[in-house]
């Protein structure tokens, strides 16, 4: 069974920092392309970024307001996958999902997400 | 970035009845490779987004046939031939062929 564990959300202070982790166990995590994607309270979904296999060449990519700010890493031994927010704003609060996904099969997981809250 | 415009934004719909939500698209969704990566998720209230289609039409294992996706370029609609209790939720379109990837605003489906 495919499962994905987010952890290490919070409240933090504007201007302030939080990582983010991602358990992963179930499927080749190695092979798999991974994505954070978050939902502010009452809002729709919003792309933070994915990270591609190292065999696809490991790179990441980032939706523009988190660009800078945000770095996404993973750890393959451990099937780990993180999210380094930094320079966190007001505009960062919400809920932070861990999510996998093939575009050609049936193949789409998600966490169940992690709150951080972004307040003085 | 992609603009994706769903329509409408919130759907009153008896039981047993059939619903209907359409995707607009800011270009063209055909990738190079001849796909077209538009995506449905369904989201129910408290609970994560699951996916229900992918590729326009493929419905994801266990999704219920009354489920259905069509469409093509910009233009794309999800359907349920009859809506049932546990269908009540929002519901995004997502496009995966420009990054960053975008989401719709999401359709509301209640029960009337």
């Known amino acids: 069974e495919v499962q994905l564990v987010e952890s290490g959300g919070g409240l933090v202070k504007p201007g302030g920092s939080l990582r983010l982790s991602c358990a992963a166990s179930g499927f080749a995590f190695r092979d798999a392309w991974m994505s954070w994607v978050r939902q502010a309270p009452g809002k729709g979904l919003e792309w933070v970024g994915r990270i591609v296999s190292k065999v696809d060449g490991g790179t990441t990519d980032y939706a523009a307001p988190v660009r800078g700010r945000f770095t996404i890493s993973r750890d393959d031994s451990n099937n780990m996958l993180f999210l380094q927010m930094n320079s966190l704003k007001t505009d960062d609060t919400a809920v932070y999902y861990c999510?996998?996904?093939?575009?050609?099969?049936?193949?789409?997981?998600w966490g169940q997400g992690t709150q951080v809250t972004v307040s003085s | 970035d992609v603009v994706m415009t769903q329509s409408p934004l919130s759907l009153p719909v008896a039981l047993g009845q059939p619903a209907s939500i359409s995707c607009r698209s800011g270009q063209s969704l055909l990738y190079s490779d001849g796909h077209t990566y538009l995506n449905w998720y369904q989201q129910r209230p408290g609970q994560s987004p699951r996916r229900l289609i992918y590729t326009v039409s493929d419905r994801d294992s266990g999704v219920p046939d009354r489920f259905s996706g069509s469409g093509s370029g910009t233009d794309f609609t999800l359907k349920i031939s009859r809506v049932e209790a546990e269908d009540v939720g929002t519901y995004y379109c997502m496009q995966g062929t420009h990054w960053p990837y975008t989401f719709g605003q999401g359709t509301k489906l209640e029960i009337k």
């Open positions: 999510s996998t996904r093939s575009q050609v099969t049936s193949f789409d997981h």
